[in-house]
């Protein structure tokens, strides 16, 4: 445990530098500047017209939903593939064999992922 | 001193180093793209906040005032060269204006979020040589803040937080062009991770680590000190390349914030220093994703004949941090070259772009690298 010390605690004191910046620059930003409130300044900025809607809880096309679902799956897979770019250099002979057929096995079913979902035409955008 | 004590003030000094060095990248940055752009398209640019205001015969005593030119009165030193800053005081006394249909928290976080992961992934950088004897004491300062061997991966993991910012910003807001903006920031974002993890992926076997400085290592003890992966792998750097600019919402991907139709993107609603947070989120994104270029494809800090890989001196140390700016101020650059060198795509070319090319040259990059590995070993 205490191995992981220099590595990693370092991290949390970066990122507790970062929030300290940020947190100061979002108070100041509420303290500084003139207050004058006015319902129209305060309606959602629709390029002068009046909202046609409160609030704006739309609909969007639903290839956003597919495309977060496709970045799912292929990093994932991708990530599998983490352990073996790291160790696959220092692999002896017979092991690195069955290691690559192994290897261009699954990025071959990664590919044939990515033409399926080519030909059932999820990747168009109409 | 106990070696634990060393490095604990030498992580805070280092830290306070990089997020000094990168905050002040960042106007100097807005400078010189303002100044770039304007001279490629035959303007002048920024050339009213100088360091020197007013006439500086005021200075002198009033019997040799007439002595200096006229001319050389109003002395200035580099026009415009104070701009950002005058821009970030402005910005700072700006009043805050919160839509009436904000969802307040996921508002306020937005900015927030957008900024601390990225400047917080900057940890991960090497920005100078491993070996640093500190004056000979026998204390060796690597000079990255977190010395973890997740290294790339966990620069990933942190940085693409980012994408949750924007995305709680553009909805929080409660508007209807920041929610477009930040839908399609967010698509953009995650589905050009995809080629860029699978580059990255092919670079990782052909080093055989993730670890940073690692990388940075391989490309100087090899071909001569010139075996930077952009010769190794070329085909995983113009990958990276790419998908860097698509990651940073950078034109000619700029379409979250395309002007003419969305007007600002997911920050259309903000107003002073919660924009000047989101800015500054986009900037560090890009300090970020150049400098990972730079170690893992450019060879980081190393350069032959110039920095020694596994000296210890401290003006060895000095040599590799210069030539790791110079570098990463070069990338930044070449950014701002192809911002006016290239138009903005459509949204369904750069999905297009994304899926059915890079992804799958990325995949044949990736076999083809492996099979050269298995025959190379």
Redesign the interface.
């Known amino acids: 445990m205490l191995a992981l010390v220099p590595g990693y605690v370092p991290i949390a004191f970066l990122a507790l530098v970062c929030l300290t910046i940020g947190g100061v620059a979002l108070f100041l930003s509420s303290v500084l500047g003139p207050k004058r409130r006015t319902k129209v300044k305060e309606m959602p900025y629709e390029c002068g017209v009046d909202p046609i809607q409160q609030g704006a809880r739309e609909r969007y096309s639903i290839h956003f939903y597919l495309v977060a679902i496709l970045f799912i799956l292929f990093d994932l897979e991708a990530v599998f593939l983490f352990p073996w770019a790291v160790g696959f250099r220092e692999m002896g002979g017979d092991a690195r064999v069955v290691v690559l057929v192994v290897v261009l096995g699954f990025i071959a079913a990664l590919g044939a992922g990515l033409f399926y979902e080519w030909k059932r035409r999820g990747l168009e955008w109409d | 001193m106990s070696d634990w004590v060393v490095?604990a003030i030498a992580?805070?000094v280092?830290?306070?180093l990089?997020?000094g060095i990168a905050?002040n990248i960042v106007p100097l940055l807005i400078y010189l793209e303002r100044k770039i752009s304007a001279y490629m398209q035959g303007r002048i640019g920024p050339n009213r906040v100088n360091l020197v205001l007013g006439d500086v015969r005021y200075l002198l005593p009033p019997s040799m005032r007439d002595a200096v030119p006229a001319s050389l009165s109003r002395f200035k030193l580099i026009p415009g060269s104070l701009q950002p800053l005058a821009d970030a005081v402005k910005l700072?006394?700006?009043?805050?204006?919160?839509?009436?249909?904000a969802d307040k928290v996921l508002y306020?976080l937005g900015?927030?979020v957008a900024?601390?992961?990225v400047?917080?992934a900057?940890?991960?950088i090497p920005f100078g040589t491993g070996t640093w004897d500190l004056f000979g004491t026998g204390h060796v300062i690597d000079l990255r803040?977190?010395?973890?061997?997740v290294g790339v991966?966990?620069l990933f993991a942190?940085s693409s937080l980012g994408v949750y910012g924007i995305a709680a910003g553009g909805w929080g807001?409660?508007?209807?062009?920041?929610?477009?903006g930040a839908?399609r920031a967010?698509?953009q974002m995650?589905?050009y991770?995809?080629p860029m993890?699978?580059a990255l992926?092919?670079a990782?076997?052909?080093?055989?680590?993730?670890d940073t400085q690692a990388f940075v290592y391989e490309q100087a003890t090899t071909w001569g000190g010139m075996g930077w992966l952009v010769f190794k792998q070329p085909l995983a750097a113009l990958i990276f390349l790419v998908a860097m600019f698509a990651e940073n919402n950078r034109l000619p991907f700029d379409l979250p914030e395309a002007e003419p139709e969305l007007?600002g993107g997911y920050h259309?609603?903000y107003s002073?220093?919660?924009f000047?947070?989101f800015f500054l989120g986009e900037y560090m994104a890009m300090i970020l994703m150049c400098s990972l270029f730079v170690t893992i494809f450019l060879g980081g800090w190393s350069l032959p004949f110039v920095v020694d890989p596994s000296g210890t001196s401290g003006l060895n140390a000095l040599a590799s941090g210069l030539v790791f700016l110079a570098k990463i101020m070069l990338v930044l650059n070449f950014q701002v070259w192809i911002r006016w060198t290239l138009p903005r795509f459509r949204?369904?070319q750069l999905?297009?772009l994304g899926?059915?090319v890079m992804?799958?040259l990325a995949?044949a990059n990736?076999?083809v690298t492996?099979?050269v590995?298995?025959l190379a070993?």
Do not use: C, N, R
């Not at chain 2, 700072?92 to 249909?101: D, N, Y």
């Not at chain 2, 807001?173 to 477009?180: A, E, I, Y």
């Not at chain 2, 990782?204 to 993730?210: L, Q």
């Open positions: 490095q992580t805070a280092k830290a306070g990089v997020i905050m700072a006394f700006k009043e805050e204006i919160v839509p009436a249909s306020y900015p927030l900024f601390v992961p400047a917080t900057l940890a991960f803040i977190a010395s973890a061997d991966l966990g942190i807001s409660g508007s209807k062009f920041p929610l477009m839908v967010s698509a995650i589905s991770e995809v993890g699978l992926l092919a990782i076997a052909t080093v055989g680590s993730v007007v259309t609603e002073g220093l919660k000047a947070l949204y369904d999905m297009h899926w059915k992804v799958p995949l990736l076999v492996a099979i590995l298995h070993a």
